[in-house]
C-alpha cells in the first residue's frame, strides 16, 4: 500500500510569511496527526482527526497554527504569520480508526522541513 | 515535565553485538510501550511494542523488555547491522477519554560499526 505523502519537503520562508503543509494519509486510515518535530526532540503532537473532526488539538498555538482536514482524507497544517521558533520538521502520520493494539502504530510521511529566518 | 526519557542521546556498537537502548518514563498508568526507527529525511517507523501486562516481546532480531517496577524498557538488537543505524524513540500510550496520546522520547542515535 501508498505511504503517507506529504508535500512540500522543504520550505524556507521569513518571519512574518505564511506557509501551509499538505499531507494525503493512507488508504482507509481515518486517523490523522500532526507532529512538530524540533532537533533533538521527539515528535510532539499538535492535533489530531478523527475523519473530518478534530479529537485533539490541546497543544496547537490556535494564535498562529490552523489545521483542516477536508472530507475526512487529505489535510492541510498552516502557519500564519511564522516565527523563528517554528522551524522544524512537521511530520503527518495515521493510524487505522479501530480500536486494539495496531490502532496504536502510527504510519508517518517524510515530514517537512520548515526553516524560518 | 517529560513523561518518557531517552539519557542516552547516542550509542555506537559493533558490527554483530548487541545494541541495547534504553527508556524510562514516570507515568505507571501507561498502557503500551513502542519503539519507533527513524533514518534521516524519512518519518518514523514503527519497529515493536509491548503491553504493560507484558515483560517481554520478540520479533526477529529485536526484543523489548519491559520492568514496571523500575518504570523501564529497553530494545535490544541481536546481532546488530549496519542498516541498524537510525534513531530509535521510545513512546508511550497516554489514554485520554475515548482516545490516546503517543507520548514521546528525545530519541537515541544508534551507530553501528563496521
Known amino acids: 500500500e501508498a505511504g503517507v505523502a506529504q508535500s512540500p519537503r522543504y520550505k524556507i520562508i521569513e518571519k512574518r510569511q505564511s506557509v501551509a503543509f499538505w499531507c494525503n494519509p493512507i488508504s482507509g486510515h481515518a486517523t490523522l496527526y500532526w507532529y512538530q518535530q524540533i532537533l533533538g526532540q521527539g515528535p510532539k503532537l499538535l492535533i489530531q482527526f478523527q475523519n473530518n473532526g478534530v479529537v485533539d488539538d490541546s497543544q496547537l498555538p490556535k494564535d498562529r497554527f490552523s489545521a483542516e482536514r477536508l472530507k475526512g482524507v487529505d489535510s492541510t497544517l498552516k502557519i500564519q504569520p511564522a516565527k523563528l521558533e517554528d522551524s522544524a520538521v512537521y511530520l503527518c502520520a495515521s493510524s487505522r480508526a479501530t480500536w486494539g493494539r495496531r490502532a496504536y502504530e502510527q504510519y508517518f510521511g517524510p515530514g517537512t522541513r520548515l526553516t524560518v529566518t | 515535565d517529560q513523561q518518557v526519557k531517552q539519557n542516552s542521546p547516542s550509542l555506537s556498537v559493533q558490527e554483530g553485538r548487541i545494541s541495547i537502548l534504553n527508556c524510562d518514563y514516570t507515568?505507571?498508568?501507561?498502557?503500551?510501550f513502542l519503539w519507533y526507527k527513524k533514518y534521516p529525511a524519512e518519518g518514523p517507523t514503527f519497529l515493536i511494542s509491548?503491553?504493560?501486562i507484558k515483560d517481554k516481546n520478540e520479533d526477529g532480531r529485536f526484543t523489548v523488555f519491559l520492568n514496571k517496577s523500575a518504570k523501564h524498557l529497553s530494545l535490544h538488537i541481536v546481532p546488530s547491522q549496519p542498516g541498524d543505524s537510525a534513531v530509535y524513540f521510545c513512546?508511550?500510550?497516554?489514554?485520554?477519554?475515548?482516545?490516546?496520546?503517543?507520548?514521546w522520547g528525545a530519541g537515541t542515535k544508534l551507530i553501528i560499526k563496521p
Open positions: 509491548i503491553s504493560s
Open positions: 513512546a508511550a500510550i497516554k489514554f485520554m477519554d475515548s482516545n490516546y496520546q503517543l507520548i
Open positions: 507515568n505507571s498508568m501507561f498502557d503500551y
